[in-house]
């Protein structure tokens, strides 16, 4: 196991034949982005390549695989793409994977068991790793190629919006959008949302409550609620967020009952409020402006909990 | 009154010095931001500007100007930024104007009177040729004038997602990003929300229907549920957003009650279907993608007659 250079990583994916390319479980646009424009840019330069995805590609990115089919070969170069930790590779994904030859990723808590590990952390995506390779193995862009990476780093960063945003990703979009139908990527991934989804923030909306003089605000979903609207996981994603977009809110609260009596809580937070400290008390942990942590009990009870612990935090 | 060339207008601006720049009647960030960015480097020129906003710079932009005071001076040189027609001049804007002598814009549409016209109809945001302009005239970025361009052209382009976007547009937020706080930027003009938008929102949604098989949703607002909820024009901005945003729908259609028994109509439309088009049939118009017009009547009677017409267009 080794860290190793740009450069390096460019060599051996230049020396290399025959390639699986591994995608994290619940694959996002990062990891599908990545993995299939780097497959479509090696196959470009006459190699083999699969890419193993855990389940079907989600709808949302039939268009990243529009001209993608399986090759019939034996894989001999394994890379994981956006992977940040063994446990997130599915088991169909490892299918026959003895071991990892080479990690691409750009998550700084990367732990990944692999013979060649590259891990760019001031990346806002994976994909702009995969950009940079492309363009030093000399594989001109095309359709294929630009849309996956433009959905890596326009999804990862929330269209240019979230602070893992740098110069670099402005200049690789810049260069990948003459290539791709990137408004549609755009209305796929930030514009479009389901009816039940529009139900849920709704129903979300209603049982908004403020505290700590309005700098807390807290919502809640129910399973009797997520039932009702029959909502997957899909349309509680994003949730989240909801409650600190409101003005002078500086901590918001998502709770969101689970099987089993317990709450999962999602805490975000601007102007520097910790929520990883926050989430500690409660045995939970993440980033510092967004954290998550399980709290047992019943709503009301999980509820004031919460509240006491945020009115004192603030 | 002559159209010039860009390196024109970094001569004028180059050999005048005594300026003062107008921006448009209810300003947004892009004749703000560009107008400020431009007085900024002039400044830094060892020029005098002046800066003329119709009423108060609007809260949410107050960091535009953190640095900026009149200065006292008899103004010789007139600029506008960003505006499309002379009806967006405002009178106090306009006080002690008697011609203008340069136009900078980028809509296509530009009528404005002046001597000098420099209409960029590939910029997404005035302050994509504002941004050319500073780099021309050899004047280093700061933190005030890569607040203004990076201001102007996020929310210009929806922050990087509208279809007016180009490859210069990411070129240029690659180049102002490391001088400002744009993520405080992003932060005020794409997540924040005040409670009544929120409450807004809700009510919008409560009204949500669905008409030629999911294709058509129709929301509306009366003047009741604006006062109800005390919300200003600011609260309104945007909620014509939200009916297309629906999975499914290609036209949205957003009705808005105004005094005098008028709706004003606001459609929003994906995959090619014509707005302005079906606008016409109202007497209104605008693009083909976002239009409106005006119809009279009752909620009720209004809502029939849109709904008959979509289904027939549809």
């Known amino acids: 196991m080794r860290m190793i250079t740009l450069d390096e990583v460019a060599s051996l994916l230049n020396e290399n034949d025959h390639y699986k390319l591994l995608t994290h ?8 982005g990545g993995a299939f424009a780097l497959a479509f840019a090696l196959r470009k330069m006459g190699k083999k390549v699969n890419v193993a ?11 990243l695989v529009k001209n993608y089919s399986e090759q019939d070969f034996e894989p001999e ?6 992977v940040a930790a063994m446990s997130l590779l599915g088991d169909s994904v490892m299918e026959g994977v003895e071991k990892i030859d080479l990690c691409i990723d750009h998550h700084r808590t990367n732990t990944i068991v692999a013979d060649n590990i590259y891990v760019d952390g001031e990346a806002a995506a994976a994909s702009e790793t995969v950009y940079q390779l492309v363009e030093m193995l000399g594989v001109e862009l095309d359709e294929d190629i630009a849309a996956g990476i433009y959905t890596g780093v326009s999804t990862d960063t929330g269209c240019f919006c979230y602070s893992n945003t740098t110069p670099r990703t402005h200049e690789i979009a810049a260069k990948v959008i003459p290539y791709c139908d990137w408004q549609q990527i755009n209305y796929i991934n930030f514009v479009i ?6 139900k849920m923030e709704r129903m979300i909306y209603d049982t908004m409550e403020f505290y700590a003089g309005g700098r807390c605000a807290v ?17 509680m994603e994003g949730l989240a967020n909801i409650p600190r977009q409101v003005e002078g809110v500086k901590m918001g609260i998502t709770m969101r009952e689970k099987d089993g009596g317990i709450f999962k809580v999602s805490v975000r937070t601007n102007d520097g409020i910790n929520a990883a400290e926050f989430c500690k008390k409660f045995g939970g942990g993440g980033h510092p402006a967004a954290a ?22 603030l």
């Open 25 to 32: 479980s619940y694959p996002d646009g990062d990891t599908l």
């Open 53 to 63: 995805v855990n389940g079907p590609v989600p709808s949302k990115f039939r268009y």
């Open 77 to 82: 170069f394994i890379v994981s793409v956006d």
């Open 193 to 198: 949302k389901t009816r039940a989804k529009i």
């Open 219 to 235: 919502v809640y979903t129910t399973i009797a609620m997520q039932k009702a609207l029959g909502a997957g996981d899909d349309e």
């Open 292 to 313: 998550g942590c399980s709290v047992e009990g019943d709503l009301a009870s999980v509820k004031r909990l919460l509240i006491d612990a945020a009115e004192a935090f």
